[in-house]
């Protein structure tokens, strides 16, 4: 057998791990196995590349290589180790931008080095677009960020004309390309890459808090495009894979997470929701009607009389790191005879899978934890709906409100339990910057106050009653 034939039968397990890796990540119950796949995939690919011969060459630069290689190395895995839950999207993100940089350099100097020999004009147009993909994904993945991490406002960044000058710079962008197909001009290569920079800031600004989850997948798998196309441009197999699963997954991912907010992608991309808040942040409504405020300790006594219990988890719980009290205090019910289970949104925290990850590393039975529909389908019959963190996700206003930004979007449906208990550090609205009418509803009351803190006192209280 020979080295390019045993590189690509390599190259095609690392492959087939990749997509293995997929399809764990499916199940909270299988997801870090599937992460161990796709990472034993890469390195298998990498060390097989160090063997590859390229036009009967071996690998240049190879101490080069290893030195990259060591920087990214000492610079991820403390990150990636000490990075808390509640930042888990920002680090999505920059890992999104950081792999459309790079698909985005390979680009580059691609062109630089095919300049002189006159390739075929798609070759020149892969490299092209590889530029624009990942200069978008990179300065859009940084401007996410930035909202995620609070570095700037995650509110929408609008101004007069914005959607006709993003479409400008548009359209900017795809005539460079033309004209760099037909003249190969290095310097405006670069003015391609400044307006890609400018278009993928200028494509992020109008998107809220609210929809930034939705941008990061999208973000993700134009990610994957780019990484396509540089496998294109250098004859990668497993780049074209690679790139190519990252692209269709990310786009899947991005719509599911449209359906499950009840809203479609151009509705989310364009109509910069969550740009006004609504919501007074007041106890009193203009109305009369004021919400009804409990302790701890009530909260307790109520849960010690139910028989059924479902506890909603949102971004308050991964903010608070509540999850290991929470899984306390279901153990503790369960002792009584209480039967517990979680329900969970497909969009609750700030990424898909938020919630089940943080509840799976707090040791949560996966067995408890019920997806929207079938949770939906319980609550009539359950005594008590224990809201920590969730707000969005729980509004009914979604279902009655037609004027609400936020209506058509699938919800928990808390107010069907015969009681409702609303774990809220304060009346601030949630990322949809609207009221809740739960939050009135005769039947619910609320316990302010950090989520730990609070789940921390009920629990001492359950366990004395």
Request: charged share 15%; aromatic share 6%; net charge neutral.
């Amino acid at each position: 057998m020979s080295r390019d034939t045993a590189i690509n039968l390599i190259y095609l397990v690392a492959a087939t791990s990749f997509i293995v890796a997929l399809k764990g990540l499916g199940s909270p119950k299988r997801a870090r196995q599937g992460n161990l796949v796709a990472a034993a995939g890469m390195l298998l690919a990498i060390v097989a590349t160090f063997f590859k011969h390229v036009d009967g060459h071996a690998l240049y630069h190879v101490p080069l290589i290893l030195l990259a290689m060591f920087i990214g190395l000492i610079v991820a895995v403390p990150v990636a180790r000490f990075v808390k839950m509640t930042a888990m999207p920002q680090l999505v993100a920059i890992f999104n931008g950081v792999g459309g940089g790079a698909a985005a350099l390979v680009s580059i100097t691609e062109f630089v080095h095919i300049k002189s020999t006159h390739p075929a004009t798609y070759v020149t147009l892969e490299v092209l677009l590889g530029v624009l993909i990942g200069t978008v994904s990179f300065s859009g993945s940084a401007i996410a960020f930035a909202k995620l991490q609070e570095l700037m406002t995650g509110r929408p960044v609008t101004y007069p004309g914005q959607q006709a000058i993003n479409g400008v710079v548009g359209l900017g962008a795809a005539v460079l390309i033309i004209i760099i197909l037909v003249s190969s001009s290095t310097p405006l290569l670069w003015v391609l890459l400044g307006v890609s920079f400018l278009l993928g800031i200028a494509f992020v600004l109008p998107i809220g808090g609210a929809d930034v989850p939705v941008l990061i997948s999208l973000l993700n798998s134009f990610t994957g495009l780019a990484v396509a196309a540089s496998g294109f441009t250098l004859g990668s197999n497993l780049l074209i894979v690679a790139g190519t699963l990252v692209g269709a997954s990310g786009i899947l991912l991005t719509r599911l997470m449209s359906a499950a907010m009840g809203r479609s992608l151009p509705n989310i991309l364009f109509s910069a929701f969550g740009s006004v808040v609504t919501a007074s942040g007041d106890a009193t409504r203009a109305d009369g009607r004021s919400v009804r405020s409990g302790s701890p300790e009530d909260a307790a006594i109520l849960l010690g009389f139910a028989s059924r219990v479902v506890i909603i988890p949102g971004y308050g719980l991964a903010v608070a790191q509540a999850q290991h009290v929470v899984r306390e205090l279901a153990e503790e019910l369960e002792k009584k005879g209480i039967e517990v289970f979680f329900a969970i949104h497909p969009v609750a925290g700030r990424m898909p899978g938020h919630m089940n990850v943080l509840l799976a590393e707090a040791n949560v039975p996966y067995e408890q934890l019920k997806e929207m529909d079938e949770a939906n389908s319980e609550l009539a019959t359950t005594d008590v709906a224990l809201v920590v963190g969730a707000n969005d996700t729980v509004n009914p206003a979604a279902t009655d409100d037609k004027t609400s930004p936020i209506y058509g979007m699938p919800i928990i449906h808390a107010d069907l339990a015969e009681n409702v208990l609303f774990l809220k550090r304060s009346m601030r609205p949630g990322f949809a910057g609207i009221e809740n009418e739960l939050l009135y509803n005769p039947k619910t009351t609320l316990i302010f106050g950090d989520a730990k803190d609070t789940l921390t006192k009920i629990l001492a209280s359950v366990k004395t009653s």
